[in-house]
């Protein structure tokens, strides 16, 4: 069942944050932790989109589309000042089609640890514009 709610949607994305470090702790190099790591991004955009009342894709390609979802919540990749790429790499790489991967297919030159800490401070971001007041329309 799809959450319904902005806290429903921080709720599973806490928990996809939750399984990805549990995969990075005991498997380092392991693109499940990447993957899953997307999947916390995602529902984070989702949740911010959902609390400022914006409509988002929640099926296909466009529902898992992080560039897209990030540009509807009102950012811009100049906000994310990432010299390193750990977090535009989400935005710009990350692809559902990795559940079948054993490696990271776009080979950024990035490590795993540099990935995982990428999306923690991504979703920190995201996280905290959700606990911010809505934006007024």
């Known amino acids: 069942m799809s959450p319904h709610t902005y806290q429903q949607w921080l709720a599973v994305a806490k928990q996809r944050a939750s399984d990805a470090e549990a995969i990075s702790k005991h498997q380092p190099q ?8 997307g999947y916390a991004i995602e529902c984070s ?19 898992h589309n992080l560039k897209g979802l990030w540009e509807a919540s009102g950012f811009r990749l100049c906000d994310l000042q990432d010299t390193k790429g750990i977090q535009t790499f989400f935005l710009q790489e990350w692809n559902t089609a990795w ?12 490590a795993i640890a540099d990935l995982m800490q990428g999306a923690k401070l991504l979703t ?11 934006k007024r329309r």
């Open 99 to 110: 559940r079948y991967e054993t490696t990271i297919p776009s080979n950024p030159g990035l």
């Open 45 to 63: 955009l989702k949740a911010l989109l959902h609390r400022q009342g914006r409509p988002f894709p929640q099926h296909g390609n466009e529902g």
């Open 124 to 134: 920190g971001k995201i996280q905290t514009a959700v606990r911010r007041r809505p």
């Open 30 to 37: 392991s693109v499940g932790s990447v993957y899953l790591a």
